[in-house]
């Protein structure tokens, strides 16, 4: 099973997608995250130290990992709850590797780095609606895009 995890991290590269079809069974969706999980301390002055984060490959099976592919992405902050356990297997040479990945049952979008957000309705179908209601400016980013005091 694996141990239990929430995590919080960044995302670190583009999500990969892939549709896994086995026999005459329905195929089943995978959507695979690289994600830094950070341990940042904040300071005296009100910024942040990185005290020893981790990087780890995140797997959930969702039946919407298609879609989630698309919504993800490299730099958004996310928070995983999942299992971690021990992922082996044996390189071209035939030595055996092992890394630690994380099994999700859920990954949450956390709002550190969001410009903005646009809700839509559901029409009953599975499908979102765009929402035509005005939305608010956002606010302007700093020079780089990030907040140098949040912790990322």
């Known amino acids: ?18 549709k896994i079809q086995k026999g005459n069974n329905e195929p089943r969706h995978l959507l695979r995250l690289n994600v830094y999980f950070d341990h940042s301390i904040r300071l005296a002055d009100g910024s942040y130290e990185d005290r020893g984060g981790f ?7 969702h039946r919407d990992a298609e879609s ?6 490299k730099g958004m902050r996310v928070l995983v709850d999942g299992a971690a ?13 092992a890394a630690m990945k ?11 780095r969001l410009v903005s957000v646009e809700l ?30 949040i912790p990322y």
Do not use: C, K
């Open 120 to 149: 839509g309705q559901s029409s009953g179908n599975g499908q979102a609606r765009q929402n035509t209601a005005p939305q608010p400016a956002p606010a302007a980013p700093t020079s780089d895009g990030f907040d140098d005091n």
């Open 68 to 73: 989630y592919s698309n919504l993800f992405q």
């Open 55 to 61: 990087w780890a490959n995140v797997e959930w099976w």
């Open 102 to 112: 994380v099994q999700a049952s859920r990954v949450a979008i956390l709002p550190h």
């Open 85 to 97: 356990v021990m992922d082996r297997w044996d390189d071209e040479h035939g030595d055996e590797q």
């Open 1 to 18: 099973m694996g141990t239990a995890v929430v995590w919080e991290g960044n995302i670190g590269s583009t999500p990969e997608y892939r």
